[in-house]
């Protein structure tokens, strides 16, 4: 059976051994959002398979795509996947009924945006003196230390404590 490029179906339509839903959808169709973090460098993709059980229709396979996602330290962006594998939706009381997966797969998806990501491990993230992206080069800025008195600084010796310490 050709497998279905969508994320409905009609439950009536079902066959006994399953049919398959395979093919893309937009983020935006998900209404899912670009912002100052995240871009979308491809459509979400589904591999999904319905079957019709004792109590209704239970949906299984992944879902995939690739975002771009800006760095926390050093504000670059880098290439995330997004991935949810398995997925699983169970339908009841859907005689009759279309059954759209559209709802289901936008909430796994955005479980799936991370809300902190590094660029690799070791990012030394930027200076907090000048601002300079410490991976790229060495600004010869002093060593920082708690500079009592501006807050703005405070805050950027705490984080850079904390580089430190996951760094060890
Ligand atoms: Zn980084
Ligand atoms: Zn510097």
Known sequence: MTPVAALCFKALDLPVEG????????????????????????????????EPVQEGVLVRGR????????????????????EVDPVCYHYEEVAGAEVDLTEAVREDILLAFPQTWVCRADCRGL???C???????????????????DEDDDT?????DLVVRDDS
């Open 19 to 50: 049919l398959d839903l395979c093919g893309e959808v937009t983020f935006e169709a998900l209404d899912l959002h670009e912002d100052a973090l995240f871009t979308f460098l491809s459509p979400l993709r589904f591999t999904l398979r319905a």
């Open 131 to 149: 601002g300079s992206n410490r991976n790229e080069s060495t600004c010869g800025c002093p060593a920082e230390e708690p500079d009592e008195g």
């Open 156 to 160: 950027w010796g705490a984080l850079d």
């Open 127 to 129: 200076c907090p003196r």
């Open 63 to 82: 879902l995939e795509g690739e975002v771009q996602r800006v760095c926390d330290r050093c504000l670059e962006p880098g290439k995330v996947l997004l």
